[in-house]
Structures are given as structure tokens and as C-alpha cells.
């Protein structure tokens, strides 16, 4: 993955967007465990783009991968990240090589 404020968007929102679901499916429990793991997952996503922004890509880079690492559980999720190209796109399965 690129460390570029757009991947660390595009990890984040699908953090966000799963925890939303998690948070649907317990409610109207889990209200605490959203916040905290939104709130991780923001701070993170923020921390990125400031490492971004300062040129420091060892940094980022590791904060990326506490991003990917949040986003883990849902490995088997058809919009997790790394499912998806650098430009964010679903790879294209009429490509040669794609296909299993």
C-alpha cells in the first residue's frame, strides 16, 4: 500500500464502516467498545496524515499498519483494503493473472 493520505482515508473509512456494523448488531450494547475503537482508529488515521504531511514514512508507515491491523477481522470482507488496488479499485478480474 502506498503511504499517501488517501490510503490511510480509504483504511480508516472501512475501520469506521465496519465498527458501525458491529455497533448495529450489538445494540443496543457496545456502545463503550464503539467509541474506544472509533476513537483508536481516528486518532491513528489523523496521525498518519500528520506523519504524511511531515515526511516521515517510517512513521507512517507504522501507523498504517496499526490501521491495517484494526481492519484485520474482516480480512474476508469484499471492501476490506487490501483487497482493493493502490487507486482504490476492486482489481479487475478480466485481467490475465487475476483469475485463480
Known sequence: MSLDLQTG????QFVADRLDDRRHDQYPDGREE???DW???HDLEKAFAE???A???C???HLLQQLRDMAAPWQ???HH????????RLPDDTAPGSQP
Open 76 to 78: 474476508d470482507h469484499p
Open 59 to 61: 512513521t507512517a508507515e
Open 39 to 41: 476513537a483508536a482508529a
Open 55 to 57: 515526511d516521515e514514512s
Open 34 to 36: 464503539y467509541e474506544t
Open 81 to 88: 483494503p487490501d483487497n482493493h488496488s493502490d487507486d482504490g
Open 51 to 53: 506523519a504524511v504531511h
Open 9 to 12: 482515508v480509504r483504511v480508516y
